[in-house]
């Protein structure tokens, strides 16, 4: 057996979701497994790339086990409620453990129409799935949480969005698909045993640790807006924009999940916004913090009635469950960006020392991945690249003296420090330009580039075989301004 399913969202009640089966493709043949997935979580890959392998991960089979529904939830899209959304192009066939007992789901995407289908077709084309696939395996190599991609099946089927493009199905993997979103479901509909069943659901498959909490539902409130604060750090540590931070795409558990129009930054500023639907920057780059305790303000008044009998005093519960999201915020805000300054010990100023330097980058047009990882040099005594991005400004120059005098009062050696700062500052990240060319390539059939790009994306610290190349920023003429859902 492939799976070796144990599911546990099938036992919730019926209206948590549509029980129903994939609907069958064409004539799907596998474009990509993930062998290095795969055997992390203890399955038979050479059963996966068989003929019956393939027909489970086309969603062609209901392999022995499965417990195939659409999940039902709810969101806040751009800030608007919508009460109900749902998978409307995907399911969860079931979850298994991984060797360690790890609990994780095995999802389709865009695996035909579902109740939740709207008016949708149900279904994902090839390059949108793949663009899922560089990134997400790209996002788990930078040590960021995220959902998984095990395998890319294409379907032998178009799919009709501008213009016919090849359609494809998508195996994730993630530690759960419960969203904000899925409790906003049952608070809409005042249903208030499905919201406790739910919580009670996610503490025991999240957050144990909440159980153990005279306010379990308080308590969970404050993990999952801790554990989504240190996320979002993560994202602005690698100049990461989500793109779309809606509340059916926020995770309960805290991973990054759907990997519509989201991007990598070029040159820093913290307006940057990529998404071709995010007319007014909701989501960008620097306004994720904000957007993210927003979406923990929607979880915490979806449990409201759960939290205290008396309105007004649950309220307040409520507000210092959210409040706890800007502590620890500015916590690993700062955490995060010494380490990639290379600062051990905090001290005072260390903030101000950050925010001169990402306002320099700012004005500077600097290159956000190469102007840190250039610091690590600077840190070993070789200033002259990362000054080469801000034209050597005197601006710059002052700052820098202000850091060397920072370092100098922490005994750490030069290279020592250059070497722990490399392992906060990546090399290699899946660029805006680089993504679009394998893409196009992988799309016309040729998939070698994908995965000389998918190599290089596993080390990300390091400067491997090729990294000028993939380091380089686009030349003006490669510059992505936009990225598409691609739904
Ligand atoms: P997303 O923008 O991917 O987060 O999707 C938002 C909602 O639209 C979810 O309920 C999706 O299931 C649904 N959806 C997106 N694309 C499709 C599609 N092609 N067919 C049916 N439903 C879709
Ligand atoms: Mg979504």
């Known amino acids: 057996m492939t799976f070796a399913f144990d599911n546990t969202y099938a036992q919730l009640p019926d209206r948590f979701f549509e029980r129903l089966a994939p609907v069958p493709v064409a004539q799907p043949w596998l474009v990509k497994l993930n062998e290095a997935l795969a055997r992390m979580l203890g399955l038979d890959i050479e059963a996966l790339g068989s003929p019956e392998g393939l027909a489970m991960l086309a969603g062609n089979r209901v392999p022995e086990g499965a417990d195939p529904l659409a999940m039902a939830y709810a969101g806040h899209?751009?800030?608007?409620?919508?009460?109900?959304?749902?998978?409307?192009?995907?399911i969860?066939?079931?979850?298994?453990?991984?060797?360690?007992?790890?609990?994780?789901?095995?999802?389709?995407?865009?695996?035909?129409?579902?109740?939740?289908?709207?008016?949708?077709d149900g279904r994902a084309g090839l390059g949108p799935v793949l663009r899922e696939y560089i990134l997400?395996?790209?996002?788990?190599?930078?040590?960021?949480?995220?959902?998984?991609?095990?395998?890319?099946?294409?379907?032998?089927?178009?799919?009709?969005?501008?213009?016919?493009?090849?359609?494809?199905?998508?195996?994730?993997?993630?530690?759960?698909h419960v969203r904000v979103g899925t409790f906003e479901y049952f608070h809409a509909r005042q249903d208030i045993d499905a919201l406790r069943r739910l919580a009670d659901y996610v503490i025991a498959r999240h957050y144990?640790?909440?159980?153990?909490?005279?306010?379990?539902?308080?308590?969970?409130?404050?993990?999952?807006a801790a554990r989504q604060a240190g996320l979002v750090v993560k994202w602005l540590g690698i100049g990461f924009i989500h793109g779309v931070m809606?509340?059916?795409?926020?995770?309960?558990?805290?991973?990054?999940?759907?990997?519509?129009?989201c991007a990598f930054m070029d040159d820093f500023h913290p307006g940057r916004v990529y998404s071709s639907i995010d007319r007014r920057g909701r989501y960008a780059y620097g306004n994720q913090p904000r957007i993210a305790q927003w979406n923990i303000a929607r979880l915490a008044e979806s449990l409201l009635p759960l939290l205290d009998p008396d309105a007004n005093k649950a309220v307040e519960v409520a507000q210092v469950a959210i409040g706890g999201f800007g502590l620890c915020f500015e916590q690993a805000y700062l955490a995060g960006f010494r380490a990639k300054l290379g600062l051990l010990e905090p001290q005072a100023g260390d903030?101000?020392?950050?925010?001169?330097?990402?306002?320099?980058?700012?004005?500077?047009?600097?290159?956000?991945?190469?102007?840190?990882?250039?610091?690590?040099?600077?840190?070993?005594?070789?200033?002259?690249?990362v000054r080469a991005?801000?034209?050597?400004?005197?601006?710059?120059?002052?700052?820098?003296?202000?850091?060397?005098?920072?370092?100098?009062?922490?005994?750490?050696?030069?290279?020592a420090r250059a070497a722990a700062m490399r392992l906060a500052n990546p090399a290699i990240i899946p660029r805006n330009h680089r993504v679009e060319a394998v893409l196009n390539a992988a799309v016309d059939g040729d998939l070698n580039p994908l995965d000389a790009f998918l190599q290089a994306l596993a080390n990300p610290w390091d400067e491997g075989h090729n990294a000028d190349y993939y380091m380089r920023p686009p030349a003006p003429d490669e510059v992505v301004q936009k990225t598409f859902c691609g739904t």
């Open 389 to 415: 991005q801000f034209g050597k400004s005197a601006a710059f120059d002052t700052w820098l003296a202000h850091w060397d005098a920072r370092l100098t009062s922490e005994s750490v050696r030069p290279d």
């Open 77 to 90: 899209q751009f800030g608007n409620f919508v009460p109900q959304l749902g998978d409307g192009r995907a």
């Open 208 to 224: 144990p640790e909440a159980r153990q909490s005279d306010q379990p539902f308080r308590a969970l409130i404050s993990a999952v």
């Open 246 to 261: 809606n509340t059916d795409n926020m995770s309960i558990a805290g991973e990054t999940i759907d990997y519509g129009p």
């Open 92 to 120: 969860l066939l079931g979850e298994i453990l991984d060797p360690t007992g790890e609990r994780f789901d095995i999802h389709l995407k865009g695996s035909g129409r579902t109740p939740f289908s709207r008016n949708g």
């Open 351 to 385: 903030a101000g020392l950050i925010d001169g330097l990402l306002q320099l980058m700012s004005e500077a047009g600097a290159d956000f991945t190469n102007t840190f990882r250039y610091l690590c040099d600077a840190a070993a005594g070789a200033t002259g690249p």
């Open 136 to 176: 997400s395996e790209a996002m788990n190599a930078l040590g960021i949480p995220t959902t998984r991609s095990l395998a890319v099946v294409a379907t032998g089927e178009p799919v009709f969005r501008e213009t016919p493009l090849p359609g494809a199905v998508l195996t994730r993997v993630a530690r759960s």
